[in-house]
């Protein structure tokens, strides 16, 4: 029997498993060893229970030291493994899977699988590439517990600590090339951005889908291969070097399509320059980005080109139907990070003490940390809604204050509200600090504001994809 790391498990879908495994455990372990390779169902999160009581606690753990010789190798179960092909071969229900035996790394960051075979058309099914940590169960795909996320090729699902997935991509069959890496490169110029989490993107065929921020585990995140039912084969090519291309559908150069509104703003390829009057309050140019942030496209940032005479520049969120002239964090809605005093403005026209001031040179980011149990999806890549489930308990969170006498309906307290979302700004990639608010009905647009004559900021909508 494979000595393995449990994880905790947090969905009922896999109740019976565990028990099943844990009722094998005691009829066939020695006494000696009794129950200690398996969690206890209480372990097992069952809907209803207590989650804030839970988030106080550590995950707990239940595992069997490898022997030394096995810490290197790869770990494989229901797979027939010939060369750098993987068949599967096992009992329909149960999955195959195989496990690298060392980490992605700066000098080994990605590999891919060509699919030889897939069953993924016909419903259901179809091989899963991702990354876990070293001892995942051998019995659960890449994605369905925590340590991990998976990329379904059968449906174009993401899984990432959970068994339920969330749009993300296309889906695959007989000869395309799926690829899963690190951005080491990310990480190391944004030591400060999140810790413990590493950016990981999946590619098809050449192409990147997307990149997420995962949560990194002690030892690092090992390729996984899942596959799901006869005949379904893939080719492992583990040293491979992946370079974006230029022209990529995830490239971080902006044009015209990418915006939803641009006013006093004009649009250079890259930079955003003010062309407002710059005279009074009113005089505020707007530039606000077309598609929301999202589970995919989380952050973004500017860099300050010319702070032009006063570097009047706001960095921030707001809802869809912002007001056009008004600076991103004056109404309610909307967040921002202000350049010119260091203050973050929550729908108020007063702001907080927050960060240090932003000139020349300096570059600015925003963005949000979803909750675990966020699920959006886009509902067409013309309007890019989100579809935000409700919680059942919203605890505290900050609520924005404003300086108008707007009334929407959504936006007032006793409406339930969308998610809570912590927002973090940045500034030369150290992140400044977090502000949890509630995600505004329709979700949350990046959104830039000038009012000085002559600033120029160059804008990078996804920086983390490329």
Same mark, same amino acid.
Request: aromatic share 8%; net charge negative.
């Given at each position: 029997?494979?000595?393995?790391?449990?994880?905790?498990?947090?969905?009922? *879908?896999?109740?019976?498993?565990?028990?099943?495994? @844990?009722?094998?455990? +005691?009829?066939?372990? #020695?006494?000696?060893?009794?129950?200690?390779?398996?969690?206890?169902?209480?372990?097992?999160?069952?809907?209803?229970?207590?989650?804030?009581?839970?988030?106080?606690?550590?995950?707990?753990?239940?595992?069997?030291?490898?022997?030394?010789?096995?810490?290197?190798?790869?770990?494989?179960?229901?797979? %027939?493994?010939?060369?750098?092909?993987?068949?599967?071969?096992?009992?329909?229900?149960?999955?195959?899977?195989?496990?690298?035996?060392?980490?992605?790394?700066?000098?080994?960051?990605?590999?891919?699988?060509?699919?030889?075979?897939?069953?993924?058309?016909?419903?259901?099914?179809?091989?899963?590439? &991702?990354?876990?940590?070293?001892?995942?169960?051998?019995?659960?795909?890449?994605?369905?517990?925590?340590?991990?996320?998976?990329?379904?090729?059968?449906?174009?699902?993401?899984?990432?600590?959970?068994?339920?997935?969330?749009?993300? &991509?296309?889906?695959?069959?007989?000869?395309?090339?799926?690829?899963?890496?690190?951005?080491?490169?990310?990480?190391?110029? +944004?030591?400060?951005?999140?810790?413990?989490?590493?950016?990981?993107?999946?590619?098809?065929?050449?192409?990147?889908? &997307?990149?997420?921020?995962?949560?990194?585990?002690?030892? &690092?995140?090992?390729?996984?291969?899942?596959?799901?039912?006869?005949?379904?084969?893939?080719?492992?090519?583990?040293?491979?070097?992946?370079? #974006?291309?230029?022209?990529? @559908?995830?490239?971080?150069?902006?044009?015209?399509?990418?915006?939803?509104?641009?006013?006093?703003?004009?649009?250079?390829? *890259?930079?955003?320059?003010?062309?407002?009057?710059?005279?009074?309050?009113?005089?505020?140019?707007?530039?606000? %980005?077309?598609?929301?942030?999202?589970?995919?496209?989380?952050?973004?940032?500017?860099?300050?080109?010319?702070?032009?005479?006063?570097?009047?520049?706001?960095?921030?969120?707001?809802?869809?139907?912002?007001?056009? +002239?008004?600076?991103?964090?004056?109404?309610?809605?909307?967040?921002?990070?202000? @350049?010119?005093?260091?203050?973050?403005?929550?729908?108020?026209?007063?702001?907080?003490?927050?960060?240090?001031?932003?000139?020349?040179?300096?570059?600015?980011?925003?963005?949000?940390?979803? #909750?675990?149990?966020?699920?959006?999806?886009?509902?067409?890549?013309?309007?890019?809604?989100?579809?935000?489930?409700?919680?059942?308990?919203?605890?505290?969170?900050?609520?924005?204050?404003?300086?108008?006498?707007?009334?929407?309906?959504?936006?007032?307290?006793?409406?339930?509200?969308?998610?809570?979302?912590?927002?973090?700004?940045?500034?030369?990639?150290?992140?400044?600090?977090?502000?949890?608010?509630?995600?505004?009905?329709?979700?949350?647009?990046?959104?830039?504001?000038?009012?000085?004559?002559?600033?120029?900021?160059?804008?990078?909508?996804?920086?983390?994809?490329?």
């Amino acid at each position: 029997m494979d000595h393995r790391l449990i994880q905790p498990a947090s969905r009922d *879908q896999i109740v019976a498993i565990i028990r099943q495994r @844990a009722e094998r455990a +005691n009829r066939d372990l #020695p006494a000696h060893l009794g129950q200690a390779l398996f969690p206890a169902p209480a372990f097992i999160d069952f809907p209803g229970r207590d989650r804030a009581r839970e988030a106080d606690r550590p995950p707990v753990y239940r595992q069997a030291a490898l022997a030394p010789e096995e810490e290197l190798k790869p770990r494989t179960e229901r797979l %027939a493994v010939v060369g750098s092909s993987l068949q599967y071969k096992g009992e329909r229900g149960l999955p195959g899977l195989y496990i690298a035996g060392l980490p992605l790394s700066v000098d080994k960051p990605y590999f891919e699988v060509e699919i030889t075979t897939s069953e993924g058309s016909s419903g259901g099914g179809g091989p899963v590439i &991702g990354l876990c940590s070293h001892r995942y169960p051998l019995d659960l795909l890449p994605g369905w517990t925590a340590e991990s996320v998976g990329y379904h090729t059968g449906d174009g699902k993401l899984y990432k600590g959970r068994p339920r997935g969330q749009p993300f &991509g296309p889906r695959c069959q007989a000869g395309d090339r799926v690829g899963c890496g690190v951005k080491f490169e990310v990480v190391a110029k +944004n030591s400060g951005l999140h810790a413990s989490m590493v950016p990981v993107f999946f590619t098809k065929n050449g192409k990147e889908l &997307g990149t997420q921020l995962i949560p990194c585990p002690p030892g &690092g995140l090992f390729p996984a291969i899942g596959l799901q039912r006869e005949p379904e084969e893939v080719v492992l090519s583990m040293d491979l070097r992946w370079a #974006p291309e230029e022209d990529i @559908a995830m490239s971080v150069d902006c044009g015209e399509e990418e915006w939803r509104r641009l006013h006093d703003i004009r649009l250079n390829g *890259q930079m955003l320059e003010y062309v407002g009057r710059g005279k009074s309050l009113i005089d505020v140019g707007l530039a606000q %980005a077309k598609t929301p942030l999202s589970t995919r496209t989380h952050y973004f940032e500017i860099e300050i080109m010319d702070p032009g005479s006063n570097c009047y520049i706001a960095i921030g969120l707001a809802r869809k139907d912002y007001p056009r +002239n008004r600076h991103p964090g004056w109404n309610k809605g909307s967040i921002a990070y202000h @350049a010119d005093d260091g203050k973050v403005f929550m729908g108020s026209g007063v702001g907080d003490p927050f960060g240090p001031r932003c000139n020349k040179g300096d570059v600015m980011g925003c963005g949000v940390l979803f #909750p675990r149990d966020f699920e959006s999806r886009s509902d067409s890549e013309e309007e890019g809604e989100l579809v935000v489930r409700l919680v059942e308990n919203q605890g505290d969170a900050e609520e924005y204050e404003t300086d108008s006498g707007e009334e929407e309906e959504w936006w007032r307290p006793d409406v339930k509200q969308g998610d809570k979302v912590q927002v973090y700004f940045t500034r030369n990639g150290k992140v400044i600090g977090k502000k949890e608010v509630l995600l505004p009905k329709g979700g949350f647009y990046p959104t830039v504001g000038m009012m000085s004559s002559q600033e120029k900021v160059r804008v990078e909508l996804r920086p983390l994809s490329g």
